[in-house]
């Protein structure tokens, strides 16, 4: 039976900083950040913006043309969840009015808990085949400002719906994945700020890669020659690359041509969008699908996910026939171009207007540009949400 994507949705904040600006707000030359990061826009979420309303607006794109009474799963993948305890799913659930009778939970394991999600719905699908499930993968990436990970923030969520007989791109039974116990990048839960170990974090995504990408050789015996691309988890565009780069010698000129000029293409919305963490790798997917031309039904995709800390996993999924019907490329286009963009004093003022880390009630600006859902604030410590429209 086949098994995989069926449906995918997108959302991304309506505001963004320039690079280049806060290059030359840090006194950094701006083409470390453009060129040596590869990164040029990054997506700033105002207060009123979190995983639950992001991953919410990004099934809602979708949502009303699938039957949700088949759902017997939803799982939202995050590590920049709003509660320790309860899980931003069940909120999604109630936001997107979809019924009582399935499964809800969050999943984490860093920026791995995207992939995690649709192995388990994958799973789960297998099982009960008339059934489908949600997932997704939404995130906040802060690591400071003025911080060493600063150029390599974002915000953003992706929703994909897990089916039988999926229209956009199977999910093959071909997953070779490692987990080691490693301190490369962190957060405590005392703080909204992420902690990496920068270098060693880039050396340990590449040895992972290089880990499964070997044993998925082994496993399959296939070659980078049967992949028509390959995906990468995107914390900055250039860091995919410079693992994909280890493995290109191995192939032919023909082959490297064609893996670097897919990488190109799936690297287009993450370049103005920043980090998504969970969602980088279904980001880079989607920006590949809606920016070539040179894909067709029966190609095979490689999907490189990596979590710090650390879980790496790589398998392949095979398009379907009339999967470009699915797509929403001019939207997505349209929407990131239609974004406010945000001088340097701005992006930090938004920057730092948060929901406190206290007891304290908190009101987010009700100005400020949202999807179909916001957080309007918080109340005697619950969080208050509604749909735009209501
Ligand atoms: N013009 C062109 N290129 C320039 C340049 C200039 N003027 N100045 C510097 N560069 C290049 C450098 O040569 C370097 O290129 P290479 O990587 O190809 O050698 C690149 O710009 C970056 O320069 P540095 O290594 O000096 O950058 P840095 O010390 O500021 O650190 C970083 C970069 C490690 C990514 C840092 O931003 C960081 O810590 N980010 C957060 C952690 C992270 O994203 N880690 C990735 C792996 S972990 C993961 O994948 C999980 C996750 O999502 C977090």
């Given at each position: 039976?086949?098994?995989?994507?069926?449906?995918?949705?997108?959302?991304?904040?309506?505001?963004?900083?320039?690079?280049?600006?806060?290059?030359?707000?840090?006194?950094?030359?701006?083409?470390?950040?453009?060129?040596?990061?590869?990164?040029?826009?990054?997506?700033?979420?105002?207060?009123?913006?979190d995983?639950?309303?992001?991953?919410?607006?990004?099934?809602?794109?979708?949502?009303?043309?699938?039957?949700?009474?088949?759902?017997g799963?939803?799982?939202?993948?995050?590590?920049?969840?709003?509660d320790?305890?309860?899980?931003?799913?069940?909120?999604?659930?109630?936001?997107?009015?979809?019924?009582?009778?399935?499964?809800?939970?969050?999943?984490?394991?860093?920026?791995?808990?995207?992939?995690?999600?649709?192995?388990?719905?994958?799973?789960?699908?297998?099982?009960?085949?008339?059934?489908?499930?949600?997932?997704?993968?939404?995130?906040?990436a802060?690591?400071?400002?003025?911080?060493?990970?600063?150029?390599?923030?974002?915000?953003?969520?992706?929703?994909?719906?897990?089916?039988a007989?999926?229209?956009?791109?199977?999910?093959?039974?071909?997953?070779?994945?490692?987990?080691?116990?490693?301190s490369?990048?962190?957060?405590?839960?005392?703080?909204?700020?992420?902690?990496?170990?920068?270098?060693?974090?880039?050396?340990q995504y590449?040895?992972f890669?290089?880990?499964?990408?070997?044993?998925?050789q082994?496993?399959?015996?296939?070659?980078?020659?049967?992949?028509?691309?390959?995906?990468?988890?995107?914390?900055?565009?250039?860091?995919?690359?410079?693992?994909?780069?280890t493995?290109?010698p191995?192939?032919?000129?023909?082959?490297?041509?064609?893996?670097?000029?897919?990488y190109?293409?799936?690297?287009?919305?993450?370049?103005r969008?920043?980090?998504?963490?969970?969602?980088?790798?279904?980001?880079?997917l989607?920006?590949?699908?809606?920016?070539?031309?040179?894909?067709?039904?029966?190609?095979?995709?490689?999907?490189?996910?990596?979590?710090?800390?650390?879980?790496?996993?790589?398998?392949?999924?095979?398009?379907?026939?009339?999967?470009?019907?699915?797509?929403?490329?001019?939207?997505?286009?349209?929407?990131?171009?239609?974004?406010?963009?945000l001088?340097?004093?701005?992006?930090?003022?938004?920057?730092?207007?948060?929901?406190?880390?206290?007891?304290?009630?908190?009101?987010?600006?009700?100005?400020?540009?949202?999807?179909a859902?916001?957080?309007?604030?918080?109340?005697?410590?619950?969080?208050q949400?509604?749909?735009?429209?209501?």
């Open positions: 039976m086949k098994i995989g994507i069926d449906r995918i949705g997108l959302y991304s904040p309506h505001y963004y900083v320039a690079l280049a600006d806060v290059a030359a707000a840090r006194n950094v030359d701006p083409n470390k950040y453009i060129i040596g990061i590869g990164q040029t826009e990054q997506a700033v979420p105002p207060s009123a913006e995983v639950v309303t992001m991953g919410a607006s990004a099934a809602n794109e979708f949502i009303g043309d699938i039957d949700t009474s088949k759902i799963l939803l799982v939202l993948g995050t590590e920049t969840g709003i320790a305890s309860k899980s931003g799913a069940v909120v999604i659930q109630r936001l997107l009015q979809l019924p009582m009778g399935m499964r809800t939970f969050e999943i984490k394991q860093a920026c791995y808990g995207g992939t995690a999600g649709l192995m388990a719905a994958r799973d789960y699908v297998a099982a009960h085949p008339d059934k489908t499930a949600l997932v997704i993968a939404a995130d906040i802060r690591y400071g400002l003025a911080s060493g990970g600063e150029v390599t923030q974002g915000a953003g969520a992706v929703a994909m719906l897990v089916s007989n999926p229209r956009i791109m199977t999910i093959e039974d071909d997953s070779v994945f490692i987990s080691k116990d490693i490369d990048f962190w957060r405590p839960v005392y703080t909204d700020l992420a902690l990496a170990k920068g270098k060693y974090s880039t050396e590449i040895e890669f290089q880990t499964v990408w070997a044993r998925y082994q496993d399959t015996g296939r070659t980078l020659a049967d992949f028509a691309a390959a995906n990468f988890h995107l914390p900055y565009t250039k860091m995919g690359m410079k693992a994909l780069k493995a290109l191995a192939a032919s000129a023909a082959v490297q041509e064609r893996l670097l000029a897919r190109h293409e799936s690297t287009i919305y993450s370049r969008i920043g980090n998504i963490y969970t969602g980088s790798l279904y980001l880079a989607l920006s590949l699908l809606e920016n070539t031309s040179a894909l067709k039904a029966g190609d095979r995709l490689g999907m490189f996910s990596y979590g710090s800390g650390a879980v790496g996993e790589f398998y392949s999924g095979v398009l379907q026939p009339g999967y470009t019907d699915l797509l929403a490329a001019a939207k997505h286009v349209q929407e990131l171009d239609a974004r406010t963009e001088t340097v004093p701005e992006y930090e003022a938004m920057f730092n207007n948060k929901v406190p880390y206290a007891a304290d009630d908190y009101a987010t600006d009700p100005k400020a540009v949202v999807g859902f916001r957080l309007e604030g918080v109340v005697k410590q619950e969080r949400y509604r749909r735009n429209d209501k």
